[in-house]
């Protein structure tokens, strides 16, 4: 009785060798597909970043297939904005340069057919948003060269456009003319190129 006691024990004893064996070897098994997977998704998302880095710019056309720099100058100055109100002024200073470009693409379209005073019009709205970003820069004198660019080749003179202009030639601290010798400047008939008016308030320092 005894010695078919200890065969039976040693029979349970090696059944549940077996099954722990058993369970190693699924264990190990999982893991290591586990690994393998892991490695495919890394991989993965490693082609998906290189293809994002690589991809190119969605470009907006018309009905007719031209670029349509209209909107993609516009969405930048969505873009700098949000920039602004996030106190991002280096990222909405470069998103302005890129609207200010679209808008100087124009004048290559077949399609449109847009003036100097037109294109100078459209160039010197966004050198309001400029004026800010350098005024919070302290750079006073350029901020104003903006003012006087938007100011002066607006169709009308605001009162808001009157109120910045004062408050940004006060901020400058000309010697030479008075806030009202700018405004009619502003104010004097004819178009107003930006490097012009650069040239002309380094005259006035």
Request: charged share 30%; hydrophobic share 40%; with cysteine.
């Amino acid at each position: 009785m005894t010695d078919f006691l200890d065969v039976l024990i040693v029979l349970l004893v090696l059944v549940w060798l077996w099954t722990r064996f058993k369970k190693y070897k699924a264990d190990k098994q999982d893991d290591h597909q586990h690994e393998h997977n892991n490695k495919q998704d890394e991989a993965l998302a490693v082609v998906v970043v290189k293809e994002d880095l690589n991809s190119k710019p969605i470009v907006v056309e018309d009905v007719d297939g031209e670029v349509d720099y209209l909107q993609l100058a516009a969405e930048k100055g969505r873009e700098a904005k949000l920039a602004m109100r996030e106190k991002n002024n280096v990222e909405a200073w470069e998103l302005i340069q890129q609207q200010k470009h679209f808008y100087s693409q124009l004048t290559d379209q077949q399609s449109i057919s847009i003036s100097i005073t037109e294109m100078i019009g459209l160039d010197s709205n966004v050198s309001k948003d400029l004026a800010n970003i350098l005024r919070l820069e302290k750079k006073h004198k350029d901020a104003l060269v903006h003012i006087i660019y938007w100011v002066a080749n607006s169709k009308s003179v605001t009162k808001d456009q009157e109120s910045k202009l004062r408050a940004y030639f006060n901020r400058a601290k000309l010697t030479g003319p008075t806030v009202d010798d700018v405004m009619d400047y502003c104010l004097a008939a004819g178009i107003k190129e930006f490097h012009v008016i650069q040239n002309d308030v380094d005259s006035w320092v």
